[in-house]
Nanobody, 126 residues
Framework: QVQLVESGGGLVQAGGSLRLSCAASGRAFSTYTMGWFRQAPGKEREFVAGISRYGGSTSLADSVKGRFTVSRDNAKNTVYLQMNSLKPEDTAVYYC???????????????????WGQGTQVTVSS
């Protein structure tokens, strides 16, 4: 079993920055690919970013490329999502997720992740 706890969300003005953290416990952190997803009211959950087990590969949604970066610190069992130049359309609940099925790719489909955090709210005001 894996427990994931997100933190770092909040209210920020457009153009501002936030850094989300996701702390993991319960299993060797380096054995799973990590993903970040978000869900806005009335919308489906969407992929934001992902990072491979040792951080050598990352994947970003087109909507956040150039503004968001994903990283991880396996010594701290933590994955991060640095969000810069935030826009009102980035407003959503952000979730981190863990995928144990190692096949060399970073999944963008939420159904391929086995464990999820409870989410943290990010609100960007215009």
């Amino acid at each position: 079993q894996v427990q994931l706890v997100e933190s770092g969300g909040g209210l920020v003005q457009a153009g501002g920055s936030l850094r989300l953290s996701c702390a993991a416990s319960g299993r060797a952190f380096s054995t799973y690919t990590m993903g970040w997803f978000r869900q806005a009211p009335g919308k489906e959950r969407e992929f934001v970013a992902g990072i491979s087990r040792y951080g050598g590969s990352t994947s970003l949604a087109d909507s956040v490329k150039g503004r968001f970066t994903v990283s991880r610190d396996n010594a701290k069992n933590t994955v991060y999502l640095q969000m810069n130049s935030l826009k009102p359309e980035d407003t959503a609940v952000y979730y981190c997720a863990a995928d144990f099925t190692f096949n060399g790719i970073i999944p963008r489909n939420s159904q391929e992740y086995q464990y999820w955090g409870q989410g943290t709210q990010v609100t960007v005001s215009s």
